[in-house]
C-alpha cells in the first residue's frame, strides 16, 4: 500500500503591529496543509479566545490545519481554549507528529488487534468457592483499597513566613512600544466672591429752572444735559416749549448713580451743546437723594482661586478618563499627563465688578502616554529576577511597579519587589510527615528557620497529623 504524502507546512510570523484584521488577510493566501503561527508580542495583545476561535476557522477555509508557536503563556491558554495545537517552540511543533488528518489515516492503515480467546467454562466437576470465603476476598480488597485511599487522600498546606530581602531594578523601556492618549475637556463652575466695593444704588434728582436768553421760540426735547462747575452732568426728564425771555422749572435727574450728585442750590448752572447760547439754567432748590452701599465684588484672587480649583479638576477627569481609555492592557506613565487651556478663556465678570458671584468655563486639551502592560511586567520580572542571589525566589504577588518619564522625556520601569532564600520543600515536607501542627511549626520556626507559621491546613480536617507522604505537603512560602 503506497505511503500518504507528508503534509506541506507554511511557517507565517506574526509582525508586532498586526491586528485581527492583517492576521486575517495573512491566513486567507495560505496555500499549505498546515499552517504554523510564530506569535511574537503583538501592540493590540489579542485576549478573547473568540479571536483564536476565528483565525481557526479562517485557516480551515484555507485548507489548512493551524498551529500556534509562542512563548506567551496567554497565548497558548487561549489557544488550547479554541481547540488550536499549541507548542512553545518551532522544534516541539515538528517533533508534535503528523497532522490530525495524516495521524487519523494511520490509525486506519493499522492492524486490528487479536482479539482474547474467552476462557473456558469451569469444569463441572470443580465446586466454586463457599460464599463465606467469596466474602472474605471481597472484604479484604476493600479494605485495601480503604488503606490506599487512607494513605493517598489527605494533604496538608502549610503557610509559613522566611526572612526576605528587598530587590529592586531599573531599566529603558523602547518609546516605539509606546503611545499617546488624546481627551478633550470642558469644565465649567463659580465661586462666591470675596471682596467689598461701595456701589453707587441711587440717583439723585430735583428741579432746575431754564431760561431763554434768544429772540426765538425753543422746542426742548427730554434728555437735555446740564452741568455743575465740577462737571457733574444731569438731564431733563420731560419736554417744554419756552418762549423768548420766558422761565421754566423741570424735573433733571443726575446722568449717574450715587451721592457725587448731591448738590446746593445754585450748583447746577450749566447748558451743554448748542444750546448753551440760548438757555440759562439755575436750580434753586438742593440736589437729592443720591446714594451708595457696601456690595460684594470680585477680586483677582477670587478668579485665582476659581482657575485653580477647576484646573485640578480637569486634571482629576482627565485621569479617571484615560484609566477607562487604557483599560487592563496599558499602563498610564507616570509624569507624562499633559493638560493645556485655551488662552482665550475669561470670566465672566472681571476684577472689581459688584456680584455675589463669578464663573468661569475652561476648555483643555490632555494627553497621556501608556505602554503595553504585559511588555512592562515581563520587563521588570526579568530585571528583578536577574538581582537574585543563588537559591532565591520572588514573591510574584509582591512585585511594585512603577512605568515613570523622567526629566529628558525617556520612559523608565522601576520594579521591586520581596526575595526569599527558602530550604528545599521536599526536605521539609518529609520533616513534617505525620507530625501534628504543632510540632510542624516547631520544626520549621527551629530547624528551617522560619519567622512564623501562620496556619497548618489538613484536610480532611478531623486528621490529627500531617499525611504521611512528604508530596501530599505543600509548603506556602509568605511575605511579611
Known sequence: MAQPEPMKEQILTLERTDDLHSMRDKIARTQAGRLILLWN???????????????????????SELAVVSTDGQVLRLARAAGIACYPTLTASALAGLSTRSRAEKRRARPKPRTRPTA?????????????????????????IAGVLFLLLPSAKVHAVFPTRTVAGSESLDPSYCRRLTLQLTLSGRRVTGGRLLVPTAYAAGEVTLTNISVGVLNLAPGLLLSSDGGILFETLEGIQLLPARSQSVSVRAAKPGPQANLAAGMVNRVMGPLGLSLKAENFQPMSGGAQDWRNSVTASDLAALQTELAERMMAEAKSGFENLAGAERMAVEGSLRVTFDPQDAPDLPVHSAADSVGLTLHGSASLSVCPAEVVRTRARTKLAA????????????????????????????????????????????????????????????????????????????????????????????AD
Open 120 to 144: 473456558p467454562p469451569r469444569p463441572s466437576g470443580r465446586p466454586a468457592p463457599p460464599a463465606l470465603v467469596r466474602i472474605g476476598w471481597f472484604a479484604a480488597a476493600a479494605l485495601s
Open 41 to 63: 508580542v503583538l501592540e493590540e495583545p489579542l485576549t478573547r479566545r473568540l479571536d483564536l476561535a476565528l483565525m481557526a476557522r479562517w485557516a480551515a477555509a484555507a485548507g
Open 387 to 478: 538581582a537574585l542571589r543563588p537559591g532565591e525566589t520572588l514573591f510574584a504577588d509582591d512585585v511594585s511597579i512603577r512605568l515613570m518619564e523622567n526629566s529628558a522625556g525617556a520612559i523608565m520601569i522601576a520594579a521591586s519587589g520581596s526575595a526569599v532564600a527558602l530550604p528545599n520543600r521536599m526536605e521539609m515536607a518529609a520533616a513534617l510527615q505525620g507530625r501534628s501542627p504543632d510540632q510542624a511549626a516547631s520544626i520549621l520556626r527551629g530547624r528551617f528557620g522560619a519567622m512564623e507559621v501562620r496556619g497548618v491546613e489538613v484536610y480532611p480536617d478531623w486528621l490529627p497529623c500531617l499525611p504521611l507522604f512528604p508530596f501530599q505537603i505543600e509548603i506556602l512560602a509568605e
